[in-house]
């Protein structure tokens, strides 16, 4: 995978991708990525650069064109790879039927995907489509306790 260079500390270590930014391991600080500078890396394959770029289409960042179904693309190309963030997000398009049916089932296949993988921002999303959608607080707590044991 490839490594961005925090502009902060000079570290090479990268955590939590949101809306065209990560967390620096080291520092904390969160570094903006240049669409221009990141989509050629995502291009050549690296699954956390083809989230970034994923998320500029998702919000329209960086004069990146807004588009759900371009989001959706280079996510499923880093889900593909097994990049638990683009699980976690493709599984935040079913939940809210962003360029897909809405389907909840779906939804909590890729929030488990994500979250069996360590994805901390997955984990708590196996209870919140039982609980505020399905009306369903039965099986919010299961998943709650699932996602407790993940």
């Not at 360590?118 to 996602?147: C, H, K, M, V, W």
Request: with cysteine; glycine share 10%; proline share 4%.
């Amino acid at each position: 995978m490839a490594r961005f260079i925090c502009g902060n500390c000079g570290a090479s270590a990268f955590d939590l991708v949101f809306a065209g930014e990560c967390i620096c391991d080291q520092c904390g600080e969160r570094s903006a990525f240049r669409y221009r500078e990141v989509l050629p890396v995502a291009q050549a394959g690296d699954p956390l650069a083809q989230t970034i770029i994923g998320d500029c289409h998702f919000d329209g960042l960086d004069g990146a064109e807004q588009s759900y179904p371009l989001s959706q693309e280079w996510y499923a190309k880093a889900a593909a790879q097994g990049f638990a963030a683009a699980e976690r997000k493709i599984g935040y398009a079913f939940e809210h039927g962003l360029n897909v049916p809405r389907h909840y089932d779906t939804a909590l296949e890729w929030y488990r995907n994500s979250g069996e993988k360590g994805d901390i921002r997955g984990i708590p999303n196996f209870g919140f489509i039982p609980e505020d959608y399905l009306d369903d607080l039965e099986t919010a707590l299961q998943y709650y306790r699932r996602s407790a044991r993940t």
